[in-house]
């Protein structure tokens, strides 16, 4: 790829769109050097311009640091939230919850069990999870405050925990998949008719 | 440690109390050996035997192999389940929903999060897997099914999924714990409330 270092290496001239190339071989080494296991914090500009084949500065040349390659290329991992369409609460909710930990990426199944125990620990692996998963969790949060808008959703709702249960029983069953057949499977459906009627009589 | 080995491996006379300090000893030496990092395939009798300071005829007079040996290591991590006062339902549920993934022996936290990637590619991993959460997934299921039949729950219940919508938040919350306040937390009340009654207006 020495082609695409020198061409990503000369000076950019005013207008001169963006080495998109050279762009995106950044961001996919950087990906696939955590996919393979580096801690953010092992992960090196040096390795990436290495795996890019690209110097480093092409790299500083397009990102301040470390840290602000690694959110834009994590934030990449995801892709846009599958799109609702308004209809009802709930077939939006079925829509969002199938689509959690569903992972349009391959890598993001090897990335995110790395960054998660450090999540406590590290600001910037908090910030790293974060760009994974904030636009899914916004799509989520629109969905619900439109409905209480609308009135299908009471008025106290507490958004946090009605998140929180809508998505976390499928990231725990995701993580420890193991059922053997579709009717034992907690399907999006089931959790999401259990979240919005509730366990009590009505 | 060579005098527990001598008293361990001498034959027992009918009537004599199994010697428990050379199971406590294999016992814990199980549970560091996992919680130090080793695998579950990786952990070995011999392994264990050298770390327990007894001989393998020791543990193969107690336990008939390694599985067996680890799920009754596992099993006796988590202790019991908290006592639940049968007052109501919501009291019951809070006590236990905040008793998820609180871990009365710290190794837990250590054996956890390696076995769980494991549990959907091999059989001895969800069983030992199973063998810590079981007991307290039951005391749940009781209090979910006695409610049932007190007429304070839906006659339809979905027990799996309550159960899930219960558990998997306080998880997923104490794995990625970063909430700087407790205003912000999660708390066990605001689960137990949302689930009980539901998101649609009442």
Redesign the interface.
Known sequence: MSDMTSTADAPRSPGRPRSTRADEAIVEATLDLLAEGSTVEALSIEAIAARAGVGKATIYRRWPGKEALLLDALGRLKGAPPRTGGRSVRDDLVLLVGAVGQHVDPRVRKIM?CL??E??RSSAH?QA?EAIIEPRRQAMREV?LRAVDS?????D??V???M??L???M???R????HPDRD?R?LPE??V??????????
Chains 1, 2 share one sequence.
Do not use: N
């Open positions: 069990p998660v125990p999540v406590s908090r999870y619900l009135g299908e959703l009471r008025a709702l507490d946090e925990v009605a929180a249960l998505t976390a029983p990231l725990t069953q993580m420890l998949h193991w034992e907690i089931r959790i008719d259990a979240v919005l009627d509730g366990l009590r009589p009505r």
